[in-house]
């Protein structure tokens, strides 16, 4: 796969703040690209450089290797976006939002217009007013109004934030469909990281306008991450003991909860070990580090 956006030793100042600070970044052609960051860590910000919407106070960005510069505007035509809220005229019906940005667009097919809202799963409502829109549907508009134009890249900037269970899976199984089907190029900004775990390709994580790691979500998931989880009611005796008398150093304690990555460990052991002590066993089971728990201790929260 081919970079389609790169981003090369980015910063942004906001008069005496550096908002983003040397930001290094590849988003493969035909990929999900997740970008997991607290809010205000410099997400939207990098997005909006990349919409030409600020500009950068250093660095580069290039989207299918066209260098981006400060009259550079003929690239978007190959990018949809939702940068923050979608806005739309309420009390006009679905079909006549996305007729009107269609016609700014120079694009009039009604055609067209069915078949994004048939996508969407708007089809049916396409009559409707926006103003009886729900949170998931707006977004789902959104993201018809953003695909209208056929884009080889979308950019969505927390499309999840507020949705119920129901609207974030509608959500994710329709950005799966226009990379499978579409061949869209991907990038999304969210800090719920759980859902992106379901989606991404590649993580970028950033944090106080940093960016701390990129990463394919398949090497996550080859690591060694898989460690035995012990909940007890002295965890600093058990630390202890657990070193001692059965020599494991690889460990890592959480308040009560001591997590165990050697791999060699025998889980009856340690239990038979911790009872003879006078420990009491609140649980103990065996885990898989998720995406998440990788994206806090990256960010220095998890513990």
Known sequence: ??????????????????????????????????????????????????????KPTTGEIRVENELIQKNSYQYLKNIG????????????????????????????????????LKIVGLEQVRNKLVTEFSLGMRQRLGIARAILTEPKILILDEPINGLDPIGIKEIRELLLYLKQEKGMTILISSHIVSEIEWIAD????????????EVRMSDIRAQNTSHLMVEVDQPEKALEILQTKLGIQDMQQTHSRIQIYDQ?????????????????????????????EYFLNMIGKGK
């Open 264 to 292: 060699q460990v025998d889980q009856s052991l340690v239990t038979q070990m911790l009872v003879k002590a006078d420990i009491r066993i609140l649980k103990i089971e065996q885990n898989q580090e998720s995406l998440e």
């Open 202 to 213: 590649t993580i970028g994580v950033i944090d106080q306008g940093q960016l701390l790691k």
């Open 1 to 54: 796969m081919t970079g389609m956006i790169q981003i090369n030793q980015v910063s942004k100042n906001f008069k005496a703040t550096q908002v983003v600070s040397r930001v290094n970044m590849t988003i493969k052609e035909g990929e999900i690209y997740g970008f997991l960051g607290p809010n205000g860590a410099g997400k939207t910000t990098i997005m909006k450089m990349i919409l030409n919407l600020i």
């Open 81 to 116: 976006n939702i940068i923050e809220t979608p806005v739309f005229y309420q009390q006009l019906t679905a079909e006549e939002n996305l007729s009107l940005h269609a016609e700014y667009m120079g694009k009039t097919s009604s055609a067209k217009i069915s078949e994004v």
